[in-house]
């Protein structure tokens, strides 16, 4: 007991030559500046015990540990940086583009297009919205290339268009209709289709056959008429041409016996 006694008085001794040694050093300014500090630090140390920040030390502890103190300076630091480079032009804009943003969701909300999502979905998947696009392309470049005048002629043709089936409406087009699909379904209309190109090519001859029966009609009123009796049908049968004219109706006829169908009917 007395060895420790008497080793701890040379020690008591050593520290209180340092700490006479500090006090001489130990200036007014300095002395200030010590009192401010650890006044500060209690100051601190008191409002962290009545915050409760002493629950936080651990995840601060575990935030240390894990890196992730460092990731959120250096992320306080790309904002501080992005806060410095950015001018107030900038901000405004930004301003600007979040407010239009908001105020577009906003009217998306009210009006309910939150139901037209999945069917832009399927229009996407699908490749529709990509086909309605180039439909939209093809009706844009339509319309830079159309001009007034041919504008002007194209609401003309639809309006005649209209027009003509109206007419067909009111003068019973309905049964024209019903009538085609008759000869349709009876086989009359495809007949038809086959018989009108030959009829078309031979149309001339059925002009000419009028215009024939015409001439003679016209050239028979100015002749006089017969006197009648067996002398004057015997000088017209003496004429060539009265025997040519017989001979051709007379092999028109056998033409038309032997082409037209018989019918054969049963009495």
């Not at 340092?18 to 650890?38: F, I, Y």
């Not at 339509?142 to 009111?170: H, K, P, Q, W, Y």
């Amino acid at each position: 007991m007395n060895d420790v006694v008497k080793t701890s008085r040379p020690i008591d001794g050593e520290v209180e030559h340092v700490l006479v040694a500090a006090r001489d050093a130990l200036t007014d300014e300095m002395v200030g500046r010590l009192s401010a500090t650890a006044a500060d630090a209690m100051d601190m140390v008191d409002q962290v015990q009545r915050s409760g920040l002493a629950k936080a030390i651990p995840q601060l502890a575990q935030l240390v540990n894990d890196g992730d103190l460092e990731r959120l300076a250096n992320l306080a630091r790309v904002y501080a940086a992005g806060q410095d480079a950015l001018t107030d032009e900038m901000v405004g804009r930004l301003t600007d583009a979040v407010g239009g943003g908001l105020a577009f969701i906003d009217q998306a909300q009210r009006a309910g297009l939150e139901r037209a999502i999945p069917v832009l979905v399927e229009l996407v998947d699908n490749g529709d919205l990509q086909r309605l696009v180039k439909l939209a392309r093809l009706y844009g470049s339509a319309e830079d290339a159309l001009t007034e005048e041919m504008i002007g002629r194209l609401a003309e043709t639809f309006g005649n268009g209209v027009s003509l089936l109206d007419r067909v409406s009111r003068g019973g087009g309905e049964r024209i209709v019903a009538m085609l699909e008759r000869l349709e379904t009876s086989g009359s209309l495809e007949k038809m289709a086959g018989t009108l190109p030959r009829l078309l090519e031979r149309l001339d001859q059925v002009q000419a056959m009028l215009e024939c029966v015409d001439a003679a009609a016209a050239e028979s009123a100015k002749t006089p008429r017969s006197t009648g009796g067996i002398g004057s049908l015997w000088r017209t049968m003496k004429d060539g041409e009265t025997q040519d004219t017989l001979r051709f109706l007379m092999l028109l006829g056998k033409q038309l016996r032997t082409t037209a169908p018989r019918t054969n009917v049963a009495g």
